[in-house]
């Protein structure tokens, strides 16, 4: 079992930019405004920013953050909140750049899952595993637990019936989660012809004899940062549990893709599930057992020793306590004591007051509006930034950190070598190639190093590398 993980999420971002009430730029096009200051730059607009993660445009011209490789839960918690920074200041210089082309318009930049037409975009969740942990074990474990986590950290969203849609079969109304109607297989290679829970493309982007990357497509992106580390924490911990070979509850669904939707729609965690074994649970009970479960792995949870990195257990308690809140909550259907932690809450809690106050019904187009608002990233306009403001929505990282974490690399992990590399490029005038596991200086007199090791803060060749670049490794 690691007593380190190396984690990273990856977000990719909706785009639209409005021009007046009646017109709006494609996303396409704004996406081309948004980075045109990278590609000037960079010549590319795929690239690995400063702090060591990337930034690029994906398919479907969605602005997309992979955090450089993080290996403790709230470190990781800042350089996730460091990518809507980031993003938040290109959106800024766009606007800007729009209007003094006399294009104006505002650029929003969304940190949601679906748009208004039934695309879906992912976050997505990346854990190092081991190589000598089968996956088809792992994933048997892990899917039960995936598929009934949208209770403790979904998103939250309207929805709404659309013929064709994985929801024609549903009413309106209010689901936890936002990626749960647009997955297709539990585990699969693929990602976009038809997502799965788990994506098994071997990628492991280290040492391919020692490592695997877990790469979890189901996830919600999430604007609460308390949400976000209960969705990682509870994962983290889970997985440490399955490697240590703690006894986990059987309950593997029958069917995962069928009893995902249906959960999205029960707010109370009640709907009973077929299991494989015969039996049937709910996503409460099933999300009870790995609670107990967890509770009591943190007992005796080896802790990092002094000097050490990873997750120590002050981080993690705040998690499981955070779980058990939540699912009291579901339990009591009184989500009180979490409503100003968790995402799908902190929503629901605010369309219900807008919809109370102008008696509207689930399907009025201004509760949507609503909805989305809330993914805003921009910190003046977007609503879960207001209610932050207002102390309706809780935060858990230092901004000092996020704003340290949007310039300068995780010091304790391979990222740490791949930020010195890229300041040192940055001043230099040699052409340079990156990636996750490679730096080289190309055209004559250049080298390169490989970086298979993604604890290792530094590497063999690296002091070389930034000598050819013209800065002093000492």
């Known amino acids: 079992m690691f007593t380190r993980r190396i984690m990273g999420l990856e977000t990719e971002f909706g785009i639209t930019s409005v021009l007046d009430s009646h017109r709006r730029l494609g996303p396409d096009e704004v996406a081309r405004h948004l980075f045109a200051p990278v590609v000037e730059k960079y010549r590319s607009s795929n690239v690995y920013w400063p702090n060591a993660s990337r930034v690029y445009l994906d398919v479907g011209a969605h602005p ?3 955090t450089a490789e993080c290996d403790s839960l709230h470190q990781l918690v800042a350089y996730d909140r460091a990518g809507e920074q980031i993003f938040h ?3 800024s210089r766009c606007e800007a750049s729009l209007n003094e082309r006399g294009i104006g318009g505002k650029v929003y930049l969304l940190k949601n899952n679906t748009d208004s037409v039934g695309n879906s975009y992912g976050c997505h969740e990346n854990y190092l595993v081991g190589r000598d942990m089968p996956l088809k074990s792992l994933s048997a474990q892990l899917l039960p637990f995936l598929v ?3 209770l403790i950290c979904g998103a939250g969203k309207i929805s709404v019936p659309t013929a064709g849609a994985p929801n024609e079969n549903f009413g309106p109304g209010y689901c936890l989660s936002q990626r749960a ?10 990602t976009t012809r038809s997502r799965p829970i ?9 040492d391919s004899s020692r490592f695997r990357r877990l790469h979890i497509i189901v996830g919600d992106s999430n604007m609460s940062e308390t949400t976000t580390a209960l969705k990682v924490g509870s994962t983290l911990l889970v997985l440490e549990m399955i490697e240590a070979g703690v006894a986990l509850p059987d309950c593997e669904l029958s069917n995962e893709i069928r009893s995902i939707r249906e959960i999205a729609r029960d707010l109370t965690g009640t709907t009973p599930l077929a299991l494989r074994n015969g039996d049937t649970a709910t996503p409460l009970g099933i999300q009870r057992a790995f609670h107990a479960a967890a509770t009591q792995w943190l007992d005796d949870r080896p802790e990092p020793a002094d000097g050490d990195t990873g997750t ?5 308690l705040p998690v499981v306590d955070l779980w058990g809140r939540v699912l009291d909550g579901a339990e009591s259907g009184d989500f009180s ?3 100003t932690e968790i995402d799908w809450v902190i929503k629901k809690k605010l369309i219900d007051r807008v919809a109370e106050r102008g008696t509207l019904d689930i399907t009025d187009p201004r509760l949507a509006q609503v909805d989305l608002t809330y993914h805003d990233i921009n910190p003046d306009r977007g609503l879960f930034h207001m209610l932050a403001r207002r102390g309706q929505a809780a935060t858990l990282v230092d901004p000092a950190e996020i704003d340290t974490a949007a310039q300068t690399a995780p010091p304790t992990t391979r990222a740490a070598a791949r930020g010195r590399f890229l300041t040192a490029a940055e001043a230099s005038s040699r052409q340079t190639t990156v990636d996750w596991t490679r730096l080289k200086v190309n055209g004559d007199g250049g080298a390169e190093i490989v970086l298979p090791d993604p604890f290792a803060p530094s590497a063999d060749g690296l002091d070389q590398l930034l000598e050819i670049l013209g800065e002093d490794p000492r």
């Open 89 to 91: 200041e290109l959106a």
């Open 337 to 339: 004591a979490v409503d």
């Open 64 to 66: 997309e953050f992979a």
């Open 148 to 150: 009934t986590r949208q």
């Open 312 to 316: 120590p257990r002050d981080q993690l």
């Open 181 to 190: 109607d647009h997955v297709w297989e539990g585990v699969s290679s693929a």
């Open 198 to 206: 788990i994506n098994t493309r071997d990628e492991p982007h280290a």
